[in-house]
């Protein structure tokens, strides 16, 4: 490691690799007058180690040179040690000026290199260590500036958005990891090359002629509408490059945004709706109207206006096919077939197959004329890989390449076919974690994770509980032909306290078996499957019978704020309050002196 302080005098801060003689000169040499003896000019030379040494006059013009080769040079022609240095000085030797460029000095002979100004006045030396210095520090400058270029490289590659750099021929020199991971391109295949053999409808050549900034234009990449800058890169008045940017990695992550100002201006209420009649038969097939829904059903209305792809997450049986299946009728692939693929379900040695489809020939019983993968089946419409974090590696890069490429081959074939397709995948996996952990592809889960849409589970959005069981025991009971019964209010209390592990489809196993099993036309918490009571008890730290107690306390208490809000409502007139609470006179006596209310 260079030591700075070697340099201190020098303004580095303006250094540049031709910086001037000046900059690096010793300033005051040692010198040596015409009229001095060569004793004098040999002991000072052996006093300070050096090899020769100016001789100037008392003004200090520059007249000659003494090196240590002349004085032995004189002491062989027998000078004696009295003679003044004028009789033996060089007088033919090189100088240098005090503003040539420090490179070249490099051609110094005699050991010391005097800078002299118009007048040949002396204002320094160049040694061979002035040079050592300069070169050294050149080197470390070197260093650092390659240190930059790394720094810039990082910060480069650690941009969400896409950069791409072009010189003024158009070729590519910089291209950061966001762009390689869109286009699916290593950065050693793309630099070098003309930026319009790499970006599909680019105008960063046209940016180049022109020296015009474009900001905020949409460009189709990859079967995507981008929204890209185009910035010149100017050195003095003369175009010299361009940057090209992906600001959003698709114009759907704008519409989020624009959703959210959208939102945040308007501040509709968590009920309404600005959906078609057509998007609301679809989606109010998704039973639930809590917040966390709400916003799942809008972002899956944004998603299905684009052709980007989707990641749903969430836990098992949180209604991930049901908004792919919502999704797909929404969209302009709805004409399509939705086609699902169980990528945990199948086979690893199958799934190649199953989704690329083979060949005929392509291995024993291959079927004749072959058949069609699940990707050309989905082909003008959707394709849902369900469970994609299960899918093993080697088909995570199959996979990758259609997605890339959006171009399939089946096993056993030659042919790639262009699809249109558009693709939906869900996972019940945590895919940070396991792209982490290496057991998912970065560069698919960044191919997949372009709009993620997340259903938080049921024990996070329990007001949809009631709403959930209430359709479903109606649908049994239709679908069974059994008369519809009606879950009391402290089984459903007891039925939002549960935990759900199984979400939505634990509800429906309840509901189907509460329908077919529960005598009484009112389900109550003795019907409830005793595992659901246990659980919600222990969860609470309480026996089931001091739950029970608890909700009937409750539910009390309910009860009787509804009788005194309603007695005033109506001024005390019984009469007129029974008939609001819909119950017959009598009754509400009963649930008055219940209540000491009378
Ligand atoms: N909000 C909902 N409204 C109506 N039905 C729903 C809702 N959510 C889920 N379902 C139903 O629950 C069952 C499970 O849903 P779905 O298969 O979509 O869950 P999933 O998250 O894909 O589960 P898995 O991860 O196990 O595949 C399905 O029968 C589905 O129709």
């Known amino acids: 490691m260079l030591n700075y302080e070697a340099f201190d005098h020098l303004?580095?801060?303006?250094?540049?690799?031709?910086?001037?003689?000046?900059?690096?000169?010793?300033?005051?040499?040692?010198?040596?007058?015409?009229?001095?003896?060569?004793?004098?000019?040999?002991?000072?030379?052996?006093?300070?180690?050096?090899?020769?040494?100016?001789?100037?006059?008392?003004?200090?013009?520059?007249?000659?040179?003494?090196?240590?080769?002349?004085?032995?040079?004189?002491?062989?022609?027998?000078?004696?040690?009295?003679?003044?240095?004028?009789?033996?000085?060089?007088?033919?030797?090189?100088?240098?000026?005090?503003?040539d460029k420090i490179d070249k000095a490099i051609q110094m002979r005699d050991g010391c290199l005097p800078v002299v100004d118009s007048d040949k006045k002396l204002l320094g030396i160049i040694t061979r260590t002035d040079i050592l210095k300069a070169n050294a520090f050149y080197l470390q400058y070197f260093r650092d500036t390659i240190d930059h270029v790394e720094i810039l490289k990082l910060v480069l590659n650690s941009a969400y958005e896409g950069v791409v750099v072009i010189d003024q021929t158009c070729k590519i020199i910089e291209f950061n990891e966001a762009y390689c991971r869109f286009v699916g391109k290593s950065r050693d295949a793309?630099?070098?090359?003309?930026?319009?053999?790499?970006?599909?409808?680019?105008?960063?050549?046209?940016?180049?002629?022109?020296?015009?900034?474009?900001?905020?234009?949409?460009?189709?990449?990859?079967?995507?509408?981008?929204?890209?800058?185009?910035?010149?890169?100017?050195?003095?008045?003369?175009?010299?490059?361009?940057?090209?940017?992906?600001?959003?990695?698709?114009?759907?992550?704008?519409?989020?945004?624009?959703?959210?100002?959208?939102?945040?201006?308007?501040?509709?209420?968590?009920?309404?709706?600005?959906?078609?009649?057509?998007?609301?038969?679809?989606?109010?097939?998704?039973?639930?109207?809590?917040?966390?829904?709400?916003?799942?059903?809008?972002?899956?209305?944004?998603?299905?206006?684009?052709?980007?792809?989707?990641?749903?997450?969430?836990?098992?049986?949180?209604?991930?096919?049901?908004?792919?299946?919502?999704?797909?009728?929404?969209?302009?692939?709805?004409?399509?077939?939705?086609?699902?693929?169980?990528?945990?379900?199948?086979?690893?040695?199958?799934?190649?197959?199953?989704?690329?489809?083979?060949?005929?020939?392509?291995?024993?019983?291959?079927?004749?004329?072959?058949?069609?993968g699940r990707f050309e089946q989905a082909d003008n419409g959707t394709i849902f890989l369900d469970e994609i974090g299960d899918m093993p590696l080697l088909m995570q890069a199959k996979i990758l390449r259609v997605l890339q490429e959006r171009v399939v081959e089946r096993v056993g074939g030659t042919n790639r076919k262009k699809i249109n397709v558009r693709i939906i995948a869900a996972t019940n996996r945590d895919m940070e974690s396991m792209v982490e952990s290496g057991q998912f592809r970065e560069d698919l889960y960044y191919r997949i994770n372009i709009i993620r849409l997340h259903l938080p589970p049921l024990r996070e959005r329990t007001e949809d509980i009631p709403k959930l069981i209430n359709h479903f025991i109606h649908q049994y009971s239709s679908a069974f032909g059994i008369a519809e019964k009606k879950v009391s209010k402290a089984?459903?209390?007891?039925?939002?306290?549960?935990?759900?592990?199984?979400?939505?489809?634990?509800?429906?196993?309840?509901?189907?078996m509460l329908v077919c099993l529960t005598e009484q036309a009112e389900i109550s918490p003795e019907d409830l499957p005793k595992n659901i009571r246990h659980k919600v008890a222990a969860a609470h730290q309480l026996s089931v019978d001091e739950v029970e107690s608890n909700i009937k306390a409750v539910?009390?208490?309910?009860?009787?704020?509804?009788?005194?809000?309603?007695?005033?409502?109506?001024?005390?007139?019984?009469?007129?309050?029974?008939?609001?609470?819909?119950?017959?006179?009598?009754?509400?006596?009963?649930?008055?002196?219940k209540h000491n209310l009378q």
């Open 190 to 372: 793309i630099i070098g090359k003309d930026v319009r053999e790499v970006i599909e409808n680019t105008r960063l050549h046209i940016v180049v002629k022109n020296g015009t900034e474009e900001r905020g234009f949409i460009q189709r990449i990859q079967g995507h509408d981008m929204i890209v800058h185009r910035i010149p890169i100017f050195n003095g008045k003369k175009v010299v490059g361009a940057i090209g940017m992906l600001i959003f990695q698709d114009v759907t992550q704008l519409y989020h945004i624009l959703g959210r100002v959208h939102d945040a201006r308007q501040k509709p209420s968590e009920n309404e709706f600005v959906f078609s009649e057509r998007d609301l038969y679809h989606l109010n097939k998704i039973i639930g109207t809590s917040a966390a829904m709400l916003s799942a059903k809008r972002l899956a209305k944004k998603a299905a206006v684009t052709p980007a792809t989707v990641l749903i997450t969430g836990e098992s049986g949180t209604g991930k096919e049901v908004f792919a299946q919502a999704i797909h009728d929404m969209s302009a692939f709805s004409d399509g077939p939705l086609i699902s693929v169980n990528c945990a379900a199948i086979p690893e040695n199958l799934l190649e197959t199953e989704l690329f489809g083979y060949e005929e020939g392509a291995f024993t019983d291959a079927r004749r004329g072959g058949k069609p």
């Open 11 to 99: 303004p580095f801060d303006h250094l540049h690799i031709d910086t001037p003689v000046e900059k690096w000169m010793t300033p005051e040499p040692y010198v040596v007058h015409p009229y001095q003896t060569l004793k004098e000019a040999t002991d000072l030379l052996n006093a300070h180690h050096i090899y020769s040494v100016p001789v100037v006059s008392d003004q200090r013009t520059l007249l000659g040179l003494i090196t240590k080769s002349t004085l032995i040079q004189a002491f062989f022609k027998s000078c004696n040690l009295e003679t003044p240095v004028s009789y033996v000085m060089e007088t033919e030797f090189a100088t240098i000026s005090p503003k």
């Open 555 to 593: 539910m009390d208490q309910q009860e009787k704020l509804l009788i005194l809000e309603t007695l005033k409502q109506t001024s005390g007139n019984k009469a007129a309050a029974a008939r609001l609470l819909n119950i017959q006179r009598s009754t509400l006596y009963m649930k008055m002196k």
């Open 491 to 512: 089984a459903m209390l007891i039925l939002q306290a549960y935990n759900w592990h199984g979400n939505v489809r634990e509800i429906i196993n309840l509901c189907e």
